[in-house]
């Protein structure tokens, strides 16, 4: 079974710093995808960004990107230029290729200060 | 186009009372799950479906049943309500049921109180 640890329950930071949430998990499996998840506090789950694990390159999304290390085996969010909409718990999941279930961690919540 | 849709928002139940969250989507989405989302533990994954008249059990499936009739709707019941089953439910769909890494697409949620 697939474990995904975020190990900073809560962070802050002042709007328009760059601020980066950890994300690491367990996995036997090779093939799999990893996303992270916004939900502000209007209770919606938003997709941040996604990453193909047999993808070497990060991936990037406007103001967010991330930084996989599959050997590590870890997978953290940074975002650029920090906005008070950017408030929100952000969770980090795991799909293993052939399921879609997804498995989550148990989230870190931002606010951005201004 | 609606998307996911959840309903009710809210609920309020007596503890043994039964119910059902309803869950439709319009985009004929094959696979559709169930989540609860507790404080502390993130979404953990109830009962989820690869199509019409296929589903299968999640991490936590105890008290709770579903069906998937159609490909639309994929609803949730609660047998016999317990205050542990106090959460916030989302429903979620994604386009293809073979694991292709496909973003999944929430409901917004349902606030199910049990007193």
């Known amino acids: 079974a697939q474990t995904v640890t975020q190990s900073q329950p809560e962070m802050s930071v002042q709007e328009a710093e760059t601020v980066t949430l950890s994300c690491t998990y367990d996995?036997?499996?090779?093939?799999?995808?990893l996303f992270w998840y916004k939900q502000p506090p209007s209770r919606q789950m938003i997709l941040v960004i996604r990453q193909e694990a047999y993808k070497q390159q990060n991936a990037t999304e406007n103001r967010f990107s991330v930084n996989f290390q599959k050997a590590a085996k870890s997978f953290s969010l940074k975002i650029s230029d920090s906005q008070l909409g950017d408030t929100a718990m952000y969770f980090c999941a795991f799909m293993k290729l052939g399921n879609e279930k997804l498995t989550f961690g148990t989230g870190t919540r931002l606010t951005i200060i201004p | 186009n609606a998307g996911v849709t959840q309903t009710p928002k809210f609920q309020v139940l007596k503890t043994g009372q039964s119910m059902t969250l309803q869950c439709a989507q319009d985009?004929?989405?094959?696979?559709m799950s169930w989540y609860r989302q507790d404080p502390g533990m993130g979404l953990r994954l109830i009962h989820y479906s690869v199509g019409a008249g296929i589903t299968d059990q999640g991490e936590v499936p105890n008290g709770y049943n579903v069906s998937r009739s159609t490909t639309e709707d994929f609803p949730l019941r609660l047998l016999s309500a317990a205050p542990s089953q106090t959460s916030v439910y989302f429903c979620a769909s994604s386009y293809s049921s073979r694991g292709g890494g496909q973003p999944q697409h929430f409901g917004d949620g349902t606030r199910l109180s049990i007193l």
């Open positions: 985009m004929n989405h094959e696979y």
């Open positions: 996995t036997s499996e090779n093939n799999y995808y």
